[in-house]
T-cell receptor
Framework: AQTVTQSQPEMSVQEAETVTLSCTYDTSESDYYLFWYKQPPSRQMILVIRQEAYKQQNATENRFSVNFQKAAKSFSLKISDSQLGDAAMYFC????????????FGTGTSLTVIP | KAGVTQTPRYLIKTRGQQVTLSCSPI?????VSWYQQTPGQGLQFLFE???????NKGNFPGRFSGRQFSNSRSEMNVSTLELGDSALYLCASSLGVGTGRGEQYFGPGTRLTVT
């Protein structure tokens, strides 16, 4: 079974600074998707960024970007110019091409933004 | 477009009772997945429905069941509730396997408390 590991239970960052959240995964599939989701205290899960495994170029969405290392099975999220609204639980997720629509989630990283 | 809606948002039940949760996906989405979120176990996949058929099932006992209707709305049912079933139940919708860019969109969740 696929596993997703987030080794940082908690992280903190100063407002306007940059922070990187780590994620590694284990899979034998060659085609898959990776995602970062954000879950603020309101509990609504929000999609932050998506990466297709076949794309070598790292995905970016405004202040959010990823460092996708397929051979190392690593998928980190970089948040630039951190804002107070970025404070949330961040989940890394994997969806394979052979596992239907089943997502595998990491245990999450709680991000605190310090004013 | 309206997002994923879940009803009810909060529920308190007693051990031994049963409960039904409802999820309405984003218009046009045909796949609905259910997840259980607890502090100890994180996000765990329950099952996925696509075109009224269960496509995937997670490792949960038979007390957990679901169904999907022709309009893609889905319900999940938990019978003979146990204290350990207390959790946030999240519903996620997507276009379906092989369509779109693989992402799922989550509802706000139903907070179930079993006493």
């Amino acid at each position: 079974a696929q596993t997703v590991t987030q080794s940082q239970p908690e992280m903190s960052v100063q407002e306007a600074e940059t922070v990187t959240l780590s994620c590694t995964y284990d899979t034998s599939e060659s085609d898959y998707y990776l995602f970062w989701y954000k879950q603020p205290p309101s509990r609504q899960m929000i999609l932050v960024i998506r990466q297709e495994a076949y794309k070598q170029q790292n995905a970016t969405e405004n202040r959010f970007s990823v460092n996708f290392q397929k051979a190392a099975k690593s998928f980190s999220l970089k948040i630039s110019d951190s804002q107070l609204g970025d404070a949330a639980m961040y989940f890394c997720a994997y969806r394979g091409s052979n596992t239907g629509n089943q997502f595998y989630f990491g245990t999450g990283t709680s991000l605190t933004v310090i004013p | 477009k309206a997002g994923v809606t879940q009803t009810p948002r909060y529920l308190i039940k007693t051990r031994g009772q049963q409960v039904t949760l409802s999820c309405s996906p984003i218009s046009g989405h045909r796949s609905v997945s259910w997840y259980q979120q607890t502090p100890g176990q994180g996000l765990q996949f329950l099952f996925e429905y696509f075109s009224e058929t269960q496509r995937n099932k997670g490792n949960f006992p038979g007390r957990f069941s679901g169904r999907q209707f022709s309009n893609s709305r889905s319900e999940m049912n938990v019978s003979t509730l146990e204290l350990g079933d207390s959790a946030l139940y999240l519903c996620a919708s997507s276009l379906g396997v092989g369509t779109g860019r693989g992402e799922q969109y989550f509802g706000p969740g139903t907070r179930l408390t079993v006493t």
